[in-house]
């Protein structure tokens, strides 16, 4: 199936490992020209952005860049984000502003860079990477959660007012994946205990009865970013496993 990317210019915020690398990876594959982004010295991309995406000025100098190299900005993927295990009661004002420069403002600040370049050329995607967390609070990722619901009303909000304009704005809400988020060492699943019986429960808790793959997970933000989602917007795709029931 062709998916409408080729010579597309695609930016992907955190895209060193995991979903953000496989996105690349298969917009490249689709004949994008894809722009890769993190703190890391390389990346996956036709071009690489060496750029901590949770700093004031991260985000433009990003956009900036790709215009830049590429002259025009067609598709925007906000992926990066990242918590640790974590109680509410725990929680200090440091710990909600860092959670919040990371998981929403980074995309915030893109999104706003992006969008006089997608106006003016009158088309552009934007796909936000929000959790189901955000659909169904998770106890032990407070300050996550609330900054992924608050993704999804950013997503919304930019879908309604920018549709005039050809953009269309979107948000996929994956379940726990199998990337160094959980998997690595010291990351979500041993941060809770025992590995191989923390692993097992969350796969319990999916209907699937496993984590997702990042693969999974890429080819529903690809599918967003194309011309075969020409009539998806404002839209908040689930891709949990049927983690997060949906209610009629």
């Known amino acids: 199936m062709d ?30 020209h894809a722009v890769s982004s993190g703190r890391s010295e390389q990346g996956p991309g036709d071009r690489h952005v060496s750029v901590d995406l949770a700093a004031r000025g991260g985000p433009e100098r990003l956009i900036a860049e790709t215009l830049e190299r590429f002259g025009r900005l067609d598709v925007l993927v906000n992926n990066v984000g990242g918590t640790d295990i974590r109680k509410l009661a725990d929680l200090t004002d440091d710990d909600w502003q860092a959670s919040f420069e990371l998981n929403l403002m980074s995309a915030v600040r893109a999104t706003r860079a992006a969008l ?24 032990s990722m407070p300050d996550y959660s609330v900054m992924k619901a608050a993704l999804l009303s950013f997503s919304r ?7 005039a304009d050809g953009i269309r704005c979107n948000a996929v809400t994956p379940g726990p994946t199998a990337t160094r988020t959980w998997l690595g060492e010291g990351g ?6 025992d590995r191989e019986q923390v692993l097992a429960k969350v796969a319990a808790g999916r209907p699937l009865g496993r984590l997702a793959e990042p693969d999974e997970i ?7 970013c194309s011309d075969r989602a020409s009539y998806v917007t404002g839209a908040a795709w689930s891709a949990d496993g049927g983690t997060v029931p949906i209610i009629v």
């Open 218 to 224: 890429a080819a529903v933000v690809v599918f967003l």
């Open 116 to 139: 006089p370049a997608m106006r003016e050329q009158g088309a552009g995607t934007i796909v936000n990477v929000s959790s189901t967390a955000a659909k169904r609070p998770s106890t």
């Open 188 to 193: 979500l699943a041993d941060q809770q205990g």
């Open 3 to 32: 998916l409408g990317l080729s010579d597309r210019v695609c930016t992907v915020t955190g895209s060193t490992g995991g979903i953000g690398e496989r996105v690349v990876e298969l917009l490249r594959a689709e004949g994008a």
């Open 157 to 163: 909000l930019v879908a309604d007012l920018y549709a």
